[in-house]
């Protein structure tokens, strides 16, 4: 065995230092075999007393295991530190707190570079105070789950993060590891998440009471449309019975937008010119709001198609005048600006339930007093509002934000303190060209002579239709359930020219009681009555057979022109003809 290929000079005077001063040394080398490889060696160099001389005594230890370690050690610790940066946490090490190393992700989370931590900082510095108690209780008791904290960048910012703390080893050294990851946006998903499940509750209670309450106002409507048929308008009690009328279609209104904002009713959606609407929109508004709000209207032209239902849409803009008009008690300026639009990705990620893609936007906005943040995160929670005890029901944006929906869009909010508010609305587009819908009214609805089988449980609302259909010269059989229907029919069959069949009902369900009448009388004619379209229940009635609908709260003339509609279709007039 020989030494390896050194400077001979370097080993002379490492020698003579050695012997000359009694210290001896240690120094690593290598050894050549003598099949000519060589090998890591320690050498520990010393002398020694003998006889009458000293000696120098060379003992060479072989380490190439103890290489062959530190090399893997090192090749692992390269590996682990490459795999630390690829990942989404940051990763500290520290030991009794003062941070030792750290991976890119984590100086990235909080904004710092190495040089103002290794060394000189401990974890505390990254988190609230609450969770950096919390983080060293953890520490100290060795625990390992998962737990959430709070944790400050730079900057101040303080964020939501998941950590869990685990122990490992460098070198010689045990030392703990702290895994962070930022959960803003699970937090901001979660946040969603329960509103749309508050949105959801508060729908199953509106859609709870619209029925019965629907029955109610059609009574009220109805009674107040038979004695305007029976008073001129310059007799005692006209004005008063207008007045009942217009109290209950308005009724009519917030239940179907409670409706609406639930999203347990769409709206009929055809497509519109939104201009044109919003023109109609804004003449309604001069006489409404005060005289001191100046409305400016900015409508794009060429503007995109897209499908609407007016008067969901005139009822969305109409809340947002509202609050307008409630931000500006001292006057100032009502904006509604339309434009064509295309929403990218980033914004769809922010704005859950949109593709990216083509929209037409529709702006209101006021210059009032403008809103805080923490005020704007609450704006469209049902029952929440600014205004005092009994000047508000807390319901405006929530119907705003149910009838976008409903339309497949999304509405933002961008306000600050003094600056006014806009609320921003986005349709998505459609290639078919807008149309302009009016309707118009016959001065008087047709009258007939046939037999009109009446199916509703309530008892008033039974005999609200026979006054109205016998008024109008129809014959009327009523009956309170499904199954007293479908006896009268078999009795009766061939006198019946209609069936006017409400849909939610005791003992049996209208849908159940319209497949039986089919099953018997394939060609019976099936007008639908019914408030509540929960579920699709109106349309699948349509599919199943019955040959129009009418939503309660409906007007005479309406009832009387769908009855008349639906008897002139063509088909057997009878069921047992």
């Avoid at 609230?128 to 625990?143: D, H, Y």
């Avoid at 946040?191 to 029955?215: C, P, S, V, Y």
């Avoid at 239709?465 to 009956?479: A, H, M, T």
Wanted: proline letters at 3%.
């Amino acid at each position: 065995m020989s030494v390896s290929d050194v400077d001979p000079d370097a080993v002379t005077r490492r020698d003579q230092d050695v012997y000359w001063s009694n210290v001896p040394v240690t120094f690593e080398s290598h050894h050549r075999r003598k099949d000519g490889s060589t090998f890591p060696v320690e050498v520990r160099l010393g002398t020694i007393d003998h006889a009458e001389s000293k000696i120098m005594l060379a003992v060479a230890r072989d380490v190439t295991e103890r290489k062959l370690a530190e090399l893997a050690l090192q090749e692992s610790e390269a590996r682990y530190r490459e795999l630390a940066d690829l990942t989404y946490e940051g990763i500290v090490f520290h030991e009794r707190g003062l941070i030792l190393r750290a991976n890119d992700q984590f100086y990235a989370m909080f904004g710092y570079r190495p040089q103002e931590l290794l060394g000189v900082q401990t974890i505390d510095r990254l988190l609230t105070s609450e969770s950096a108690t919390l983080v060293r209780k953890n520490i100290e008791t060795g625990s390992s789950r998962s737990y959430e904290a709070v944790g400050r960048k730079k900057d101040g910012t303080e964020f939501p993060m998941e950590v869990r703390v685990r122990y490992t080893r460098i070198g010689e050294k045990h030392i703990r590891a702290v895994a962070m990851r930022d959960i803003s946006e699970r937090k901001d998903m979660e946040k969603r998440l329960i509103e749309a499940q508050k949105m959801e509750a508060i729908g199953t209670l509106a859609g709870g009471i619209a029925h019965d309450f629907n029955n109610l106002l059609q009574i009220v409507h109805g009674y107040a449309d038979m004695g305007l048929l029976d008073i001129r308008n310059d007799q005692a009690g006209y004005r008063e019975l207008v007045e009942i009328k217009k109290a209950a279609k308005r009724a009519a209104e917030l239940t179907r937008g409670l409706l609406t904002f639930s999203r347990r009713v769409e709206g009929v959606l055809r497509p519109v010119d939104l201009n044109y609407e919003l023109e109609q929109i804004a003449t309604m508004l001069e006489r409404t709001i005060p005289k001191m709000i100046a409305i400016e209207l900015h409508l794009a032209r060429n503007l995109q198609g897209v499908k609407a239902d007016p008067g969901q849409l005139q009822q969305a803009v109409m809340n947002l005048a509202v609050n307008a008009r409630d931000a500006m008690p001292e006057g100032g300026k009502l904006i509604i600006e339309t434009a064509n639009v295309v929403l990218d990705d980033e914004f769809c990620e922010a704005h859950l339930g949109i593709e990216p893609g083509s929209y037409l936007m529709l702006a209101v906005s006021d210059t009032g007093g403008g809103m805080e943040k923490h005020t704007q995160q609450k704006i469209f929670d049902p029952f929440f509002t600014t205004k005092e005890v009994g000047k508000g029901t807390g319901l405006g944006l929530s119907i705003v934000f149910g009838i976008i929906k409903s339309h497949g869009g999304t509405v933002t909010c961008h306000s600050n303190p003094g600056q006014g508010s806009t609320f921003k609305i986005y349709f998505p587009t459609i290639m078919q060209n807008p149309e302009l819908h009016q309707e118009a009214e016959s001065e008087r609805p047709s009258e007939g002579t046939e037999t009109i089988l009446l199916v509703d449980d309530e008892d008033a609302l039974r005999r609200l239709g026979e006054n109205i259909l016998q008024r109008f010269g129809y014959s009327v059989l009523s009956s309170s359930d499904g199954l007293q229907a479908l006896e009268m029919l078999r009795e009766h069959g061939e006198k019946i020219s209609l069936i006017i069949l409400d849909l939610i009902m005791p003992l049996m369900s209208g849908r159940e009681c319209l497949r039986e009448i089919l099953k018997v009388y394939p060609v019976a004619k099936v007008l639908i009555a019914s408030g509540y379209g929960a579920d699709g229940q109106i349309d699948a009635a349509l599919q199943e057979g019955a040959i129009d609908s009418i939503n309660k709260p409906y007007e005479v003339r309406q009832l009387l022109e769908a009855v008349r509609r639906v008897l002139d279709a063509s088909g057997t007039s009878s069921p047992g003809s």
